[in-house]
């Protein structure tokens, strides 16, 4: 079990950056396969990015491709979400979570995450 928590959540206009931070505690953190996950009004929660234990491999939605950078130091147990060029539809709760397992699916679906953050609220303004 991993206990996790988000910050770094805000706003900002169309075309800025936000740098997202979450910090892991428990002895499986270091080798879960970890993602963030995002959450809009009368939306369903999407896979953003994920990340696996060794900090190699990683995958991306095709919405944020290009726009956002997942990343993790094992020896802080902290992941981090660098994103750029953000936009009104960025707009959501981004949610830290982690995996049971090391490796990480190219398809990101929640119901592979069995432990979560609380959320941190991103908003982007036109």
């Known amino acids: 079990q991993v206990t996790l928590v988000e910050s770094g959540g805000g706003e900002v206009h169309a075309g800025g950056s936000l740098r997202l931070s979450c910090a892991a505690s428990?002895?499986?953190?270091?080798?879960?396969?970890m993602g963030w996950f995002r959450q809009a009004p009368g939306k369903e929660r999407e896979g953003v990015a994920v990340?696996?234990?060794?900090?190699?491999?990683?995958y991306y939605a095709d919405s944020v491709k290009g726009r956002f950078t997942i990343s993790r130091d094992n020896s802080k147990n902290t992941l981090w979400l660098q994103m750029n060029s953000l936009k009104p539809d960025d707009t959501a709760r981004y949610y830290c979570?982690?995996?049971?397992?090391?490796?990480?699916?190219?398809?990101?679906?929640?119901?592979?995450?069995?432990?979560w953050g609380q959320g941190t609220q991103v908003t982007v303004s036109s």
């Open positions: 979570a982690a995996r049971a397992v090391t490796w990480c699916s190219s398809d990101i679906r929640a119901e592979q995450f069995a432990d």
């Open positions: 428990g002895s499986s953190a270091s080798t879960s396969c």
């Open positions: 990340i696996e234990s060794g900090g190699d491999v990683t």
